[in-house]
């Protein structure tokens, strides 16, 4: 089945720092990435859509500029945490669709906790 | 806008069967309904799809009424291992659209 890997799945930084997480596809080929983040005790809220070799589409009230995306390959897609502030902390989880199908279950990482202290 | 409508828990025995209703009364005719479910700390884990059929696979089944406003998700032997939040989403099936998460059903199974 399809697989995705995101890593790190715990992270700790400073604030004013950046974080990068990654999130790869390892069997297949993923022209499109989701990134989530999930507060505690709440639904994950979609942060932007990933295309391949092209710009990532954010979700109204996320800050591009804050929540950088780079999905350079068909299986590797990034997430930068910026100046990461402590209400930055939060768990991140991102998602994949093979690139052949159009009507499949969504794969998702593992998700990365980040803590901003 | 919410288009799914679930309980925001819900208890089971072990063993017995578990069966998790959802709202979606005003889904299309080219929209499916997905189930996930997440594991505390965990990214969530697809479990069923279906777009008029009932559907089985060897996690779950799901029923969908005839008018498709409204189905189950039903988890014939429940474990302790299912307790999780489930997620009831519809969904167009096209490419690069986004699973879009309600609040879900809270599942505690217990012995």
């Not at chain 1, 890997?5 to 069997?27: A, F, M, N, Y």
């Not at chain 2, 929209?31 to 779950?60: D, F």
């Not at chain 2, 489930?86 to 599942?107: D, E, H, S």
Request: glycine content about 6%; aromatic content about 8%.
């Amino acid at each position: 089945g399809a697989v995705v890997s995101q890593h790190p799945s715990r992270v700790i930084c400073k604030s004013g720092t950046s974080v990068k997480i990654e999130c790869r596809s390892l069997d297949f080929q993923a022209t499109t990435m989701f990134w989530y983040r999930q507060f505690p005790k709440q639904s994950l809220m979609l942060m932007a859509t990933s295309n391949e070799g092209s710009k990532a589409t954010y979700e109204q009230g996320v800050e591009k500029d804050k929540f950088l995306i780079n999905h350079a390959s068909l299986t590797l897609s990034t997430l930068t945490v910026t100046s990461a502030h402590p209400e930055d902390s939060s768990f991140y989880i991102c998602s994949a669709l093979p690139g052949n199908s159009t009507n499949y279950g969504y794969t998702f990482g593992s998700g990365t906790r980040l803590t901003v202290v | 806008d919410a288009k799914t409508t679930q309980p925001p828990s819900m208890d089971c025995a072990e063993g017995r069967a578990a069966n998790l209703p959802c709202n979606h009364s005003t889904i299309s005719g080219n929209e499916y309904v997905y189930w996930y479910r997440q594991i505390h700390s965990q990214g969530p884990q697809y479990i069923i799809h279906g777009l008029k059929n009932n559907e089985t696979n060897e996690m779950a089944s799901l029923i969908i009424t005839e008018d498709r406003k409204s189905s189950t998700l039903i988890l014939p032997h429940a474990t302790l291992r299912d307790t999780a939040v489930y997620y009831c989403i519809v969904r167009t099936n096209q490419a690069g659209t986004a699973l879009i998460f309600g609040k879900g059903t809270t599942l505690s199974v217990s012995s």
